[in-house]
């Protein structure tokens, strides 16, 4: 936690928290998320600091936007506030106002200094769930073993990983890691879902095989040489 010691009690501080958007609200669109979010955070009273200038804009930034339709476990928001309250609090104000719509999974203040998570992040992490319930025999084997069968995304995909899960009926997780922005000397383009998306359909098609469900399950910044989350770097900035 940032030290506020002898600090005037107007103090400028930055927080980032972390939701969820499960549910019907996987088909609202990341500008409706961020209105849900804004009119939350005014009536939860929590003083936001805003920009100078002409148009004074409220320091308020969100990580890279979620497709719509696509489930999340890892929403990212940035605020900076003149306010003495604290993580717990803030957390918990929010919640209260958002009435179980979206839910603040935790919040952590950030030093002064740290970057946005849009300028931060360099991977996202999703899970496709593909149905296994009525697999024509060994698709499942056999899907597992051509599921890098997409050249066309080489370069945009940092990992990608099959586990076979068995209960009441098989799936495959399908863990996959692709590049939120481009570096020269790293990946030449950005990872698009979507349109990954589109090509994974085709090659489970033979394999009488679907897609169950999506979930952005993390966000990830490539720190010296290893994956950290966004609540992980902030310790970088202390």
């Known amino acids: 936690m940032v030290d506020h010691t002898n600090l005037n009690i107007e103090m400028e501080k930055k927080f980032r928290f972390k939701f969820s958007k499960t549910g019907e609200y996987k088909y609202f669109s990341h500008l409706d998320i961020i209105s849900i979010i804004t ?18 804009r409220p320091k308020i930034s969100f990580g890279p936007p979620t497709p719509l339709g696509i489930e999340s476990n890892a929403e990212y928001c940035d ?12 957390a918990r104000r929010l919640n209260e106002q958002l009435y179980k719509r979206i839910i603040i999974d935790i919040a952590r203040e950030a030093a002064p200094g740290t970057k946005n998570l849009m300028s931060q992040v360099d991977l996202i992490e999703y899970l496709i769930y593909i149905d296994g319930r009525n697999p024509a025999s060994g698709s499942l084997e056999k899907m597992a073993g051509h599921i890098g069968g997409t050249a066309e995304f080489d370069g945009s995909i940092y990992d990608i990983d099959s586990t076979k899960t068995i209960g009441e009926g098989q799936a495959v997780i399908l863990k996959l890691s692709g590049y939120a922005k481009i570096y020269k000397d790293r990946n030449p383009k950005v990872f698009k879902l979507m349109n990954y998306l589109e090509r994974f359909k085709e090659i489970l098609i033979p394999y009488e095989l679907s ?28």
């Open 39 to 56: 009119r939350a955070l005014r009536r939860a009273k929590i003083r936001i600091k805003y920009s100078q200038g002409y148009r004074p």
């Open 79 to 90: 605020i900076t506030v003149v306010d003495p309250i604290m993580e717990n609090e803030l």
């Open 211 to 238: 897609i169950e469900r999506i979930v952005k399950e993390e966000l990830y910044i490539l720190k010296e040489r290893k994956k950290v989350t966004p609540f992980e770097i902030l310790q970088f900035y202390v």
